[in-house]
């Protein structure tokens, strides 16, 4: 089973900013699109932002212009940094990874734990 690890979670004031990582282990074949999402209490995980392996990243509206997202592919790390957060930030953030554990196995989407982001009016 692959674990991705999470940190940067925490309490924020209103237009403050947190980092967050996700590392996915060194020893890990292949990585194609690695991403965030978030779930806030009562409702459902959705999108914030993903990256491709080559770059690509694409945002939810609600993040545009705030939130960037980038990947150290050395690393096998993704992170999302967050800027001008707003209290309807305030949610569990967690990673995924669509990779591949070793050159003969398929693809598949591993989840990291999740990070709390408190973000304080």
């Known amino acids: 089973q692959v674990q991705l690890q999470e940190s940067g979670g925490g309490l924020v004031q209103a237009g403050g900013s947190l980092r967050l990582s996700c590392a996915a282990p060194?020893?890990?074949?292949?990585?194609?699109?690695m991403g965030w999402y978030r779930q806030a209490p009562g409702k459902q995980r959705e999108l914030v932002a993903t990256i491709t392996s080559g770059a690509t990243t694409n945002y939810a509206d609600s993040v545009k212009g705030r939130f960037t997202i980038s990947r150290d592919n050395a690393k096998n790390t993704v992170y999302l940094q967050m800027n001008s957060l707003k209290p309807e930030d305030t949610a569990v953030y967690y990673c995924?990874?669509?990779?591949?554990?070793?050159?003969?196995?398929?693809?598949?989407?591993?989840w990291g734990q999740g990070t709390q982001v408190t973000v304080s009016s």
């Open positions: 060194e020893t890990i074949f292949s990585i194609r699109t």
């Open positions: 995924n990874a669509d990779l591949k554990i070793h050159m003969y196995t398929w693809y598949s989407l591993y």
